[in-house]
């Protein structure tokens, strides 16, 4: 799994579908890492489909500062993905799970 670096962690993702299709951000809920989305949501042709595991989640090392275990600092952390892929925009969603549904 593809890694970046923000802040001393080694951040995983994953970067499936087609590298120039439109970016979906698609994250996991808590307790969860990129498996979660990745087990619902195939991408078709034209969608390149990008997860994050959260600090403090799946394979994103060492746990970091616990103060920033927050909804507001994983988003940051997508945004650093994005920047760190070069992209401007996305489409971006998040694991049912993530917002408490079942």
């Not at 307790?31 to 994103?60: E, W």
Request: hydrophobic residues 40%; contains cysteine; charged residues 20%.
């Amino acid at each position: 799994m593809p890694v970046f670096e923000r802040d001393g962690l080694d951040f995983h993702y994953l970067d499936n579908g087609e590298p120039s299709g439109r970016p979906f951000v698609f994250q996991h809920g808590l307790g969860g890492d990129v498996s979660q989305p990745a087990g619902v949501f195939s991408p078709p042709l034209g969608i390149r489909l990008l997860s994050l595991d959260c600090c403090g989640h799946g394979g994103t090392y060492p746990l970091g500062d616990a103060l920033k275990l927050s909804f507001s600092s994983f988003a940051d952390d997508v945004v650093a993905l994005m920047d760190h892929l070069g992209l401007e925009r996305a489409v971006v969603g998040a694991s049912p799970w993530a917002q408490g549904w079942r």
